[in-house]
């Protein structure tokens, strides 16, 4: 019998509560025996460990990390800053007790932000996680011992796991039942839940902010450039021309900014680009190619799967909208 925590941190999202609470649930009806489900609020998790046996598994879900953060405006998609996250006395205690259930021998585990808990404990030093893409950069930050791999959706150590984004709950759930009650199980719950039980990857997921380094005039305009003649094959030089600088300047700026190259924004635009074009619209890979400013179908594939971690015709099947998928078919 495997018994379970699921704390109620601050802010935390109950689909997620809910969804684990069902899934172990399913299993226990399943294959009786396995496991037994609390909740519990991280005041009583702390304050309770000398009065109550270990927990075998203690799950932290993902919770909205305004809670971590100062009320202030964010760009879209832009990643939290290391200086925004505010861990205060209460984080640090809850993360002091997962420490000591660690200790204890529980198998701690934590999905998306729930992450920064988990790290803060000291249970990731020099071993890799994951969270939620968007939290990557925030996380490696604030644990520079800890080896953050964005683009993974579930990693497993033995004796902690880290699960990628917001409903990479369903990943951790499935993985944990297979490793109590078996691969059946596990693909029962998988069956009724309808979860895709194979591993996946968080690259199709991820956006990147273009509007992330507004400070630096020159870095302003050279991605306003890029945006809009991103189809003509533009190139960093011209970029450089139509900014009034030189391209030595244009990569001096980028770099003071703290963005990525010219040549690494130029990609990421025509990138995020053929996103938007394969999952709301009908031309064929080739024409969003060309859109893109790719005059080689072949390297704009390449190019593709590199970012987002799988094919533009398999992107364009996972994310095409109901209205452009109509017709998706015979474009791809």
């Not at 902010?209 to 050279?222: G, I, M, N």
């Amino acid at each position: 019998m495997m018994r379970t925590a699921i704390l109620l941190v601050p802010g935390v999202y109950l689909s997620a509560v809910y969804g684990l609470c069902e899934l172990f649930e399913f299993a226990e009806k399943t294959a009786p025996g396995s496991f037994t489900v609390e909740t519990v609020r991280p005041g009583a998790f702390r304050d309770s460990a000398d009065m109550r046996p270990p927990y075998g598994l203690v799950v932290i879900p993902p919770f909205r990390t305004d809670v971590l953060t100062p009320k202030r405006p964010r760009a879209p998609f832009s990643s939290l800053q290391q200086d925004c996250i505010l861990l205060d006395e209460k984080f640090k205690r809850t993360a002091a007790a997962l420490g000591r259930e660690y200790e204890r021998g529980a198998k701690i585990c934590s999905v998306c932000a729930g992450a920064f808990y988990l790290c803060a404990a000291g249970i990731a030093d020099g071993k890799k996680a994951t969270t939620h893409w968007n939290l990557a950069g925030s996380l490696a930050a604030l644990f520079p011992l800890v080896e953050v791999e964005a683009e993974r959706m579930l990693i497993d150590s033995g004796s902690f796991a880290t699960a990628g984004g917001l409903t990479a709950w369903q990943d951790l759930g499935l993985h944990l039942i297979r490793d109590v009650c078996g691969e059946e199980t596990a693909l029962a719950a998988a069956s009724t839940f309808l979860i895709n039980p194979g591993d996946r990857s968080q690259l199709a997921y991820a956006m990147k902010s273009l509007e992330r380094f507004p400070a630096d005039e020159t870095v302003a305009k050279a991605i306003a450039v890029m945006t809009a003649e991103c189809a003509s094959g533009i190139g960093i030089s011209e970029t450089a021309d139509r900014c009034g600088v030189t391209v030595r300047t244009l990569l001096r700026r980028f770099a003071l900014s703290g963005a990525e190259s010219p040549g690494a924004m130029l990609r990421s635009i025509r990138l995020e680009k053929a996103r938007k074009l394969l999952a709301t619209g009908t031309a064929s890979v080739k024409e969003v190619a060309r859109e893109c400013g790719y005059a080689d179908a072949a390297s704009f594939a390449r190019a593709f799967r590199a970012e987002a971690g799988t094919t533009p015709a398999d992107y364009r099947r996972a994310f095409a909208s109901s209205k452009s998928s109509k017709n998706r078919c015979s474009h791809l």
